[in-house]
Every structure is written in structure tokens, then in C-alpha cells.
């Protein structure tokens, strides 16, 4: 007996004002399918504060625990992770399951023109994130008598931004946000070649930022004690608890999109989880049992296979992202970077939380630029802020660096 694709995913309101939200997911398994899920709830601003998972490779049933906004559209949610699960097809009134390679979304360019003011990129970021519409590559410049033109090549979840009604419904959005400060605004498909990665890091970098900035090796971490550094982070595994499983353990603090730091981990290494739990503990420390197997069915026991998985695991918790404020010649610039899944998904929400923390500390930006640069074997996504000077520098480097970072990791 098949199952009915609206029950796929569950989501039951909270019996208590303040207590989560649970999420249950019932559907075929896949490799990579909780990593998938958890970048959709975070891409929602949602908080992940435990998870049940169970399967046995042909089928997974996923409780979440999720904190959520007054704002937060729940129906719109469960559509985006019904898409996520496995796909369906109706047959009597039940479902049968395929897995279907995704089609690649067609990429957009919006460019509009208007009139600086303080918070402006934030803004028109937060009204992009609304529509859906994901921001895959950045060009933003401003120009000597005041006014900023914005070029932002972005994808649409809905898959409509090629209609007349999508396109003046973004750009009505838009309007509203700016009011006359608007001069134009268009949008135009462009080919995905656009958003290709490049494969050189970002120019006019001295080495010691880049190798401080990219490098996946715990060593090359800012020291302890520093504000980047999520502290207390142990990644055990165990191979005597289970005859057909490996047990890995975490103990870490908590932070914004820890579960999907996790989970697209694993992915990149094609091991599959079996059961896991995570539990949320006072004072925001998180508890994490995962028993996993390789894609061959088989334990981890190769002791090289193990520290490497041990060590990436710990660096990807230690540092999920990287921010750096540094001179670019007479200019400050701030640049954030942040891994790149081998699926070639980046992760949500990144440019909106670094908009936020500046206009937050009132710093104004004067260019910006998002991209994608190989830098040894991995992908990175890099955010590229050019901060305005104009008035002196008000906030000192390093409460910037802190505010982004912190923004960035939910501990603001």
C-alpha cells in the first residue's frame, strides 16, 4: 500500500505558546535526504532543536523539533519539503516513488537602479527571500552622486519568474520596499554559465587570509578564545555498540543550521544514517547519536577513513562559515566564505544574515559581490562586501567581524 503525498509531511502546531512546532517526515529514504530537508527548514529561519530518525534504507520516518516566527509560513514549508522527499507520482488515488535527477532552475537577472540609503541591500534582500526567489550571484556598485545599481542573478522555487504576473509581482514588492527611491527595475532569463564557479579564489588576497580563510585542516583555526570559534566541540566514534552500524557521537554548542552542518557533512562522504537523535540541553548545548554505515553497507572501520570524517566533522562545527574584516588597499572590505556541497547547493540565508548584522551595526555598503571559486578540492561561495568610509570608521574591524559572525551563527 502506497502513501498520499499531502501525508508525506506532517507539521502539528505547538500544544503551548513558545514550545516547538514537531515536523514528521514518512517517506521513501535517499542518500543526502536529511541534509536536503534540514537546508529547507533552515532557509526558513528556522531553529532546529531535535530530531528523531529512523530507516531502513528504503524507507525513513523524521521527527523535527523546530522554533519558528510569528511569520513563518507553515504550509508554504510543508510543500517545500514534500518537493524535497523522493518523487511521486498518483496511482489509484496512492503514490509510487522514483528518484529523478532535479532539472536545473533557470537562473534570472534583476537589476534595478535607485537611490542609496542606509540598510537599502538588506532590505531589498529580505523582500527577495519572501518571494522565494534565491540569490546565486551579487553585483552591487555605487555611484558618486548617490545612487546604487544592483545586479542580483537569482533562481525562483516557484519556477514562475519567466510569467508576466511573477515578474511585476516581484517588482511591486520591490517598490514598496523603496518607494521613489526606485528608478527601474528589470528582469531578464540569462544562461547558467553566469553563476559558474570559478576556478581561482578571490584575487587581491594576501595568503595568510586565504589560507586562514579556506583551509579545512583545524590547525590553520584562529586561535581559542577567539570569537569565531565554536568551543567544546568532541566528535567520537564507536564500532563496539552495534554489529552492523558505526556510532558517532557529537558534543557541541548549538548554532544557527547545526543539524544541516551535519548532515551535508555526511552527504559529501556518502554514508548513510541508520537512526539518529539530537537533543538540545541547557545553556545550548547540543547532544548528537548518529549510527551510520558506508554506501557499501558496511561499518567505518578503516581507522584513515575514521580520522578523516572525525576531523572534517569537527572543522565543519568548529567553523561552518568564515569572516574576515581586511584592507583592500585604502578600502575595508569584509569577506565571508562558506563550503559549497558537492551537490553544488550553497547554504541559505547567508547574504540576508550578513546584510542584517551591518545595517544592525550601522555600517553602510558601497559594493558588494557575491561568487564561486574552487580552492584546493572544495567550492567555496564567497561573499565580497565592500564597506562605505565615507563618514570615518565608526565601527571598529573587530566588532564587525563579531556582529557578522554572530548573526551568522544565531547568537545574536
Not at 508525506?8 to 516547538?20: A, C, L, N, Q
Not at 514588492?173 to 518607494?179: A, D, N, P
Not at 552500524?245 to 548513510?272: A, F, P, S
Request: contains cysteine; hydrophobic residues 40%; proline residues 6%.
Amino acid at each position: 500500500m502506497g502513501i498520499l503525498c499531502d501525508d508525506m509531511v506532517i507539521i502539528r502546531p505547538s500544544e503551548k505558546e513558545g514550545e516547538p512546532r514537531v515536523v514528521t517526515v514518512n517517506c521513501p529514504d535517499k542518500t543526502g535526504l536529511g541534509c536536503d530537508l534540514c537546508r529547507i527548514i533552515l532557509s526558513f529561519g528556522l531553529n532546529i532543536v531535535g530530531v528523531d530518525v529512523s530507516t531502513d534504507g528504503k524507507w525513513c520516518y523524521i521527527v523535527f523539533w523546530v522554533v519558528g516566527k510569528s511569520t513563518t509560513r507553515w504550509s508554504l514549508l510543508q510543500h517545500r519539503l514534500i518537493e524535497a522527499c523522493p518523487s511521486c507520482s498518483s496511482a489509484s488515488g496512492f503514490s509510487y516513488f522514483q528518484l529523478q535527477p532535479p532539472k536545473p532552475p533557470d537562473v534570472f537577472l534583476l537589476k534595478f537602479c535607485c537611490y542609496d540609503r542606509k540598510g537599502l541591500l538588506h532590505d531589498v534582500t529580505e523582500v527577495l527571500c519572501e518571494l522565494e526567489l534565491a540569490i546565486k550571484k551579487v553585483k552591487v556598485s555605487t555611484t558618486p552622486d548617490g545612487k546604487v545599481m544592483d545586479l542580483f542573478f537569482i533562481t525562483d522555487a516557484r519556477e514562475l519568474l519567466h510569467t508576466k504576473k511573477r515578474q511585476e509581482d516581484t517588482h511591486n514588492h520591490l517598490k514598496t520596499v523603496l518607494g521613489d527611491a526606485m528608478i527601474s527595475c528589470d528582469i531578464t532569463m540569462v544562461g547558467p554559465e553566469i553563476t559558474a564557479c570559478s576556478q581561482t579564489p578571490p584575487a587581491l588576497l594576501p595568503s595568510t587570509i586565504t589560507r586562514e580563510i579556506f583551509s579545512s585542516k583545524i590547525e590553520d583555526a584562529p586561535p581559542s578564545g577567539s570569537p569565531q570559534i565554536s568551543s567544546n566541540i568532541s566528535v567520537t566514534m564507536d564500532n563496539s555498540l552495534s554489529p552492523a552500524h558505526t556510532l558517532v557521537q557529537i558534543v557541541c554548542h548549538d548554532h544557527k543550521g547545526l543539524l544541516y552542518d551535519i548532515m551535508r557533512t555526511l552527504k559529501d562522504y556518502n554514508i548513510q544514517i541508520s537512526y539518529g537523535r539530537l537533543t538540545t540541553k541547557p545553556k545550548r548545548n547540543c547532544e548528537v547519536d548518529l549510527f551510520i554505515m558506508q554506501a557499501d553497507g558496511k561499518k567505518v572501520v578503516d581507522p584513515n577513513k575514521q580520522n578523516a570524517l572525525c576531523s572534517r566533522l569537527q572543522m565543519e562545527l568548529l567553523r561552518p562559515l568564515r569572516v574576515a574584516v581586511v584592507s583592500r588597499g585604502p578600502d575595508t572590505e569584509l569577506l565571508v566564505a562558506n563550503p559549497v556541497e558537492l551537490s553544488g547547493k550553497g547554504r541559505p540565508l547567508v547574504f540576508f544574515d550578513i546584510t542584517h548584522a551591518l545595517k544592525m551595526l550601522n555600517v553602510c555598503i558601497f559594493s558588494a559581490e557575491i561568487g564561486r571559486h574552487m580552492v584546493g578540492d572544495r567550492e567555496w561561495e564567497v561573499y565580497r562586501i565592500l564597506l562605505d568610509e565615507g563618514d570615518g570608521v565608526s565601527v571598529p574591524r573587530n566588532k564587525i567581524e563579531e556582529g557578522v559572525w554572530k548573526m551568522l551563527m544565531g547568537w545574536e
